[in-house]
């Protein structure tokens, strides 16, 4: 595509990211997009054309050119493109911004890109980040290109869950699931702990969540460098408090430009975080001491089957 907005809006039926409620979420997260803005307005200079992977609203490429760029193309798979070509009309840049709908790896663009802007971490990794960004290097940047963000810190802390979470099968709902149906369910608490649960909460829900300890960086990328978006690491921590060790709370450090982070560390947000918390509840607990280690290892990318388990944790008693 080379004429700056000419591209049709193309319907689609399709809802997943198109739906309003999820991009007035992002957009009232300040933090979140003022800090994505302010690293634009940091790297992008008037010799840069910008690839804006994942636009939504086109917020990010309307930003983009603001700060000057020669040209940007914007990428977005649903049909939130219609309201990125009008409002790249309504900020009056339509002729430097390229609005493409398709997924990422299936757009060709006709000329490289010195920037690399994607807004696809999900919570974290969920959105595909790792092999969007390794396409996006391959195919589309020139060898000197800038992305943002330029690193980012998986960390996970240790919790105890209290009651009011329910977040396991309890044995008080199969007693009156007993009562209730008259059959014993007990298999389903068995498979529970074979394949443990996971949950996306709010800030709100897991803010006051009892920690062992400071969290933990399970993985670290750098997106101009880094060649695998499958993987497995090994980290070792330290509790730091006594206590039943019933989840890791997944949170993460977006390193956009330098000095400008995204960290969502529950201790670091607010309500108006719009991240939701990645909750990997441990197939059993263990009862903790400060001074205890515990090892994580922490698997991710598309070659995890289903059988595997994104996390494995051991708990060493401090001798």
């Given at each position: 595509?080379?004429?700056?907005?000419?591209?049709?809006?193309?319907?689609?039926?399709?809802?997943?990211?198109?739906?309003?409620?999820?991009?007035?979420?992002?957009?009232?997260?300040?933090?979140?997009?003022?800090?994505?803005?302010?690293?634009?307005?940091?790297?992008?200079?008037?010799?840069?054309t910008v690839v804006d992977l994942g636009s939504g609203t086109g917020v990010l490429a309307i930003a983009a050119a603001q700060a000057g760029a020669k040209r940007v193309y914007a990428i977005e798979s649903s049909s939130i493109v219609g309201v990125a070509h009008q409002a790249v009309h309504a900020n009056q840049v339509a002729e430097r911004v390229s609005i493409i709908q398709g997924w990422s790896v299936k757009v060709?663009?006709?000329?490289?890109?010195?920037?690399?802007?994607?807004?696809?971490?999900?919570?974290?990794?969920?959105?595909?980040?790792?092999?969007?960004?390794?396409?996006?290097?391959?195919?589309?940047?020139?060898?000197?290109?800038?992305?943002?963000?330029?690193?980012?810190?998986?960390?996970?802390?240790?919790?105890?869950?209290?009651?009011?979470?329910?977040?396991?099968?309890?044995?008080?709902?199969?007693?009156?699931?007993?009562?209730?149906?008259?059959?014993?369910?007990?298999?389903?608490?068995?498979?529970?702990?074979?394949?443990?649960?996971?949950?996306?909460?709010?800030?709100?829900?897991?803010?006051?969540?009892?920690?062992?300890?400071?969290?933990?960086?399970?993985?670290?990328?750098?997106?101009?460098?880094?060649?695998?978006?499958?993987?497995?690491?090994?980290?070792?921590?330290?509790?730091?408090?006594?206590?039943?060790?019933?989840?890791?709370?997944?949170?993460?450090?977006?390193?956009?430009?330098?000095?400008?982070?995204?960290?969502?560390?529950?201790?670091?947000?607010?309500?108006?975080?719009?991240?939701?918390?990645?909750?990997?509840?441990?197939?059993?607990?263990?009862?903790?001491?400060?001074?205890?280690?515990?090892?994580?290892?922490?698997?991710?990318?598309?070659?995890?089957?289903?059988?595997?388990?994104?996390?494995?944790?051991?708990?060493?008693?401090?001798?």
């Amino acid at each position: 595509p080379s004429g700056a907005g000419a591209q049709p809006v193309i319907s689609s039926p399709r809802q997943g990211f198109a739906k309003s409620v999820i991009h007035r979420k992002m957009l009232n997260d300040k933090t979140r997009t003022g800090q994505y803005l302010a690293a634009i307005r940091s790297i992008v200079t008037a010799a840069d054309t910008v690839v804006d992977l994942g636009s939504g609203t086109g917020v990010l490429a309307i930003a983009a050119a603001q700060a000057g760029a020669k040209r940007v193309y914007a990428i977005e798979s649903s049909s939130i493109v219609g309201v990125a070509h009008q409002a790249v009309h309504a900020n009056q840049v339509a002729e430097r911004v390229s609005i493409i709908q398709g997924w990422s790896v299936k757009v060709d663009l006709p000329e490289p890109a010195q920037v690399l802007v994607t807004e696809t971490i999900g919570d974290p990794l969920s959105e595909g980040i790792l092999p969007l960004v390794l396409d996006a290097r391959k195919r589309w940047l020139s060898p000197d290109a800038r992305i943002i963000p330029a690193r980012l810190a998986v960390h996970v802390e240790p919790v105890t869950l209290p009651e009011t979470a329910n977040l396991r099968i309890l044995d008080e709902e199969l007693s009156r699931w007993r009562q209730w149906y008259e059959q014993d369910l007990t298999p389903l608490q068995s498979w529970e702990k074979t394949y443990p649960a996971s949950h996306y909460l709010k800030w709100s829900q897991v803010r006051e969540w009892p920690s062992l300890g400071t969290p933990l960086r399970v993985a670290h990328f750098d997106f101009k460098t880094f060649v695998d978006a499958s993987g497995e690491t090994t980290t070792e921590g330290v509790f730091q408090a006594a206590g039943r060790l019933d989840a890791l709370l997944v949170s993460f450090d977006a390193e956009l430009a330098p000095q400008i982070h995204i960290r969502t560390h529950r201790g670091q947000v607010d309500e108006t975080n719009h991240w939701l918390y990645w909750v990997w509840v441990l197939p059993a607990f263990h009862q903790v001491q400060p001074g205890d280690r515990f090892k994580v290892t922490f698997r991710y990318g598309q070659g995890l089957s289903a059988q595997q388990s994104p996390f494995d944790v051991t708990v060493v008693p401090a001798s």
